[in-house]
């Protein structure tokens, strides 16, 4: 505002004209006053998913192909060649608003050979879609804390240590580090300390490629190191528990050539939250190679393809 009003000194405006910017610029101040005041009650701007995707029986049939969906939040549908998975999903009744409708309802999930669990919060370890899922899941697999959650469900489930690797039919599955320890800084916002294992990603190396899960994390050195994955399930957000938007760009950039499908966008109305009210528009700005980034709606398929020039495996 000072940059402003030196214009109306200058030595061109007559009196009368300066009385009346004056008036204006305070009546001006006056609006804008109405507007800071009544903006508490309008909803600040949230990304937003496109429409949804629904899918049935056909997304699980076998094909020749790996095909990714995602099923909103940090939620995706993993077919590759018949083998199915599905990593984080929350398909119905989470404890805040949803902006989407969910692609597919777990009751109507036909098989599952597995679902992967990154860690316990309920937008990832869903208990009501966990339950529908369970008699037609052969195995549910997360971390050791997690497993033990699970086993107190009554689920077919595993624990794993971050390295630790496992067999899903033709898929090969290893854990890999994270770090979302946010609960130990909130008093009460657990009666355990949660340990750094409690929370992991995974690397999925199917038959057309390598699938990097990442569960929610902050940024780890390891992150920015392992040979490029054929597709990064991405944990988008610009919150501190997660990579931040920062940290998001230093791995986009780490891995110049790998497809990036946002999640943990678009789908709990927060706009004042900022793990789930990430804006892709925003990424599309900072990173190098941009046109990867992947928006999907929940729903639409992916083809997972071989990055060219990969020779090495990933673990
Ligand atoms: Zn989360």
């Known amino acids: 505002m000072e940059q402003n009003s030196s214009v109306f000194f200058d030595k061109k405006l007559g009196t009368s004209r300066i009385v009346v910017l004056l008036t204006l610029l305070l009546f001006s101040n006056i609006l804008q006053g109405q507007v800071s005041t009544d903006s508490i009650k309008v909803k600040k701007y949230q990304a937003k998913a496109a429409k949804t995707q629904p899918f049935g029986q056909e997304a699980f049939s076998k094909t020749n192909k790996t095909v990714i969906r995602w099923t909103g939040n940090a939620g995706f549908l993993i077919n590759s060649r018949g083998t199915t998975l599905m990593v984080d999903p929350l398909l119905k009744d989470f404890d805040m608003p949803v902006m989407i409708d969910y692609p597919i309802a777990p009751k109507d999930v036909p098989h599952l050979d597995a679902v992967l669990v990154s860690h316990s919060d309920n937008d990832h370890f869903s208990v009501p879609t966990i339950k529908d899922l369970a008699p037609h899941t052969t195995a549910f697999h997360s971390t050791v804390y997690v497993d033990s959650l699970m086993k107190n469900l009554g689920l077919n489930s595993f624990g794993h240590k971050i390295g630790e690797t496992f067999e899903v039919k033709n898929v090969k599955i290893k854990s890999s580090p994270a770090d979302h320890q946010w609960q130990n800084a909130y008093k009460?916002?657990?009666?355990?300390?949660?340990?750094?294992?409690?929370?992991?990603?995974?690397?999925?190396?199917?038959p057309d490629g390598t699938i990097w899960a990442q569960g929610d994390s902050k940024l780890m050195p390891e992150h920015l190191t392992m040979t490029p994955p054929d597709a990064i399930l991405f944990d988008f957000s610009d919150s501190e528990w997660h990579f931040t938007l920062a940290g998001a760009v230093e791995i986009a950039n780490a891995y110049p050539n790998t497809p990036l499908l946002l999640s943990h966008w678009g789908t709990v109305?927060?706009?004042?939250?900022?793990?789930f009210n990430g804006d892709p528009e925003k990424l599309k700005k900072l990173i190098n190679n941009p046109n990867r980034i992947v928006v999907l709606a929940p729903g639409q398929p992916y083809l997972l393809k071989r990055l060219l020039k990969t020779t090495k495996k990933s673990y």
């Not at 109305?269 to 793990?275: G, L, R, S, T, V």
């Open 188 to 206: 009460g916002a657990a009666n355990r300390f949660f340990k750094k294992e409690d929370c992991t990603g995974f690397l999925i190396a199917t």
């Open 269 to 275: 109305d927060a706009p004042d939250f900022a793990p």
